[in-house]
């Protein structure tokens, strides 16, 4: 029933594929074990992750591990350390192939699978997560710049390969049933992390006055 609909938009129809070809093929991954490894650069910053106001988990002192409920809606990220800037991220679920997904067969196999997608209980979160702190304060506007600027390019470049290979499976199909969800996804997650990083640029004080903080 073309994946539910919108109901499984950005990224439900992908996680059934996945599973149907898992069960046929033997090659299902394990599932996600609902806990996410969180390195911090510099290390030794809390963490906590938040849903709409309400705490999900602390880790005090980075790297170390939470763990974050299954869910259909995303979550942030806030790390702050001595000398730091407090640093927000935006994690939003994806599929995990490793789920059991509802087949839409009959009445009953889609109130499962709309069931599934409403309680988020067939995403995960990314398992992984590096974040980087700016300090708190730069000398001058070309040091802050020096610090953002290879960063941003990474992004860029991190984000476009993603784009690439996502468009692979497109070759000879139309983009619309195939890749539209992923590079969705993926365009979400670059905007999360741009916005992130453009906010910490803005945050960040300079002691040669602060008259020089403002954007180029």
Same mark, same amino acid.
Do not use: K, N, W
């Given at each position: 029933m073309a994946c539910l609909l919108s109901l499984l938009a950005l990224g439900g129809c992908i996680a059934g594929t996945i599973h149907v070809i898992g069960r046929a093929t033997g090659l299902k991954p394990p599932a996600w074990d609902g806990y996410v490894q969180v390195a911090t650069e510099p290390p030794g910053q809390r963490c906590t992750a938040e849903r709409d106001g309400q705490v999900l988990a602390v880790l005090a002192a980075t790297p170390g591990r939470l763990e974050i409920p299954r869910s259909a809606f995303p979550y942030e990220m806030r790390c702050v350390g001595p000398g730091t800037l407090e640093t927000v991220h935006v994690f939003r679920p994806e599929?995990?192939? *490793? #789920?059991?997904?509802?087949?839409?067969?009959?009445?009953?196999?889609?109130?499962?699978?709309?069931?599934a997608v409403a309680s988020g209980s067939i995403n995960r979160f990314p398992p992984e997560v590096a974040i980087v702190s700016p300090p708190a304060e730069f000398d001058d506007a070309a040091a802050r710049d020096a610090w953002f600027a290879p960063r941003? #390019? #990474?992004?860029?470049?991190?984000? *476009?390969? @993603?784009?690439?290979?996502?468009? @692979?499976? +497109?070759?000879? @199909?139309?983009?619309?049933?195939? +890749?539209?969800?992923?590079?969705a996804q993926i365009a979400l997650r670059r905007a999360d992390v741009e916005a992130s990083l453009a906010a910490q640029r803005a945050a960040v004080r300079l002691a040669s006055g602060p008259e020089l903080a403002r954007a180029d």
């Open positions: 599929p995990d192939p *490793g #789920a059991f997904v509802p087949l839409p067969t009959g009445v009953v196999g889609i109130a499962m699978l709309t069931a941003a #390019a #990474a992004i860029a470049a991190r984000f *476009g390969e @993603q784009e690439r290979e996502a468009r @692979q499976p +497109c070759l000879g @199909q139309p983009e619309s049933t195939v +890749c539209e969800p992923r590079l």
